[in-house]
């Protein structure tokens, strides 16, 4: 193997944004898709497409990390961080997917505002991302991962009203069975997202 | 950032106890809460403020060791310790959380059997974090994280026993689904304590 | 603590074949129970006793791990191998549990499908670990995690397909509990057998 002390050519934080753009695009998609009430075999295409491409660029970092002897952070930390940015994107796939599985159909009001909160979640992830590249944006990036804390608190909120009221209304178990794991997925989406930000938190302060 | 190479004022020894007596708390309230069948909105505040806590300590032991170049342990046992100790409570709430959300009422005796279980692992992890303050109560420290690993398996059998019961004997398929779900969060706390009692007994292999 | 820093009569090579050797077994016990429809107590004392000795195997592994100074890999390549391999063993155990919790009885043909691919997917990862132990047989050990992350695809499309198919003509909610769980159990089994070839490339990857 061959170690770059110093790769020239070579760019941890083009690998990070481009790899939060996918999930960013994802989260687009997801939004509109679940908006339209049009999840179908096709969604499901558009979202792997974004899968694949987020997965190439996350194995390149992983590949350029086992490669580079010095790196601007902690190499566990940039392994962390490229981990948790590729779930965001999985995630996003595992829920369209199930939805495609269990066929459905039309718009859930429930579904379309968390794919809201996830949307501006992974765009304060984008923010938080894209602020390490100069920590001269320290304040900026914080402020972000702000954002994604406070969304997460949001969404855990949005999960137990949603349940409650699932479990409440809902007379057909098979449905139950279906959107309680619809819904805890979205919730568990922000929680990803939240793991990202601490990640990047974690960056900061060792940086500090 | 500053690092302590010799930190004078602060002590690990005295967050970890701190910590897990947040766990031993909260352990206590839900053996009491579901004891007495009241899981409500109050009983979800009283786990919140105690998870609140739990959530500062663990917080202030993870800054302190990115700031101590000395550590009493392997960094990574520490964070691993601190983290899993902080999953207990995290849990804690979890359940008390899912009681709320699907409003469950009165006294359900499996849960009640596995509550006392499972604050009796949570005590034994008390006496296997405190004890490692002085490798002189090693044995001590040993024999409580046997006691957890028995423990463990006591509750594999519980929730191998309530699920095989609730599975022949309700016939409403929504009650299956909460409470399988609910017998199996509390199997998995005292999974999390067996990773506690596993993570304290590397530290002490590696100490010997 | 003794560290050994060239171990003469310590071998991890032996450890790990020792322990994929024990995945083997379990995957094809796995097979045979569900071919011939019989999982009851008696198939769970089998997996258990293979679970027991893999356990053994496995804290060997772990124990020598923390003894030995110089390793013939990274540490924690070595740490995630050995618990992963474990994993194997734990989810049919797993899985065999859950069956006679739920006493299913006769034959799934869905799930004799499952375990057929299982149980190819456990020989894949054998023939990954059996090749580390020279490095000659690089482009073999590159196949089998190959063929490994093949069969892990070929599961994620059949628990799509047999989930659809659940959910469309099962009309008993219990039923759908039942079998929505041992599906995804059987999938996250080729979840677990690609995890352990992603450790087995990283390592070849290293020491290229």
Chains 1, 2, 3 share one sequence.
């Not at 987020?54 to 902690?74: C, E, G, S, Y």
């Amino acid at each position: 193997m061959i170690f770059n002390f110093f790769p020239k050519d070579f760019n941890f934080f083009d690998l990070f944004e481009e790899q939060v753009g996918y999930a960013v695009h994802a989260s687009h998609s997801f939004r509109e898709l679940v908006s339209r009430g049009t999840v179908n075999e096709a969604s499901l295409e558009k979202i792997h497409a974004i899968e694949h491409q987020a997965d190439d660029v996350a194995h390149r970092a992983i590949d350029q990390l086992n490669r580079t002897f010095i790196t601007p952070f902690d190499r566990e930390d940039i392994h962390t961080l490229v981990t948790e940015m590729d779930d965001i994107v999985d995630m996003i796939n595992t829920i369209v997917n199930r939805m495609v599985v269990y066929k459905i159909v039309g718009i859930n009001k429930n579904l379309v505002e968390f794919s809201s909160v996830i949307e501006e979640s992974v765009l304060a992830v984008e923010r938080a991302v894209k602020g390490m590249r100069n920590m001269k944006h320290c304040a900026a990036v914080s402020d972000a991962c702000v954002e994604v804390n406070r969304l997460e608190n949001v969404g855990d909120s949005m999960r137990d009203k949603v349940l409650a009221e699932l479990f409440e209304t809902e007379k057909n178990p098979i449905e139950v069975i279906k959107w309680k794991e619809i819904y805890e997925d979205a919730e568990t989406l922000l929680d990803i997202c939240e793991d990202v930000a601490h990640v990047v938190e974690s960056i900061l302060v060792k940086q500090a």
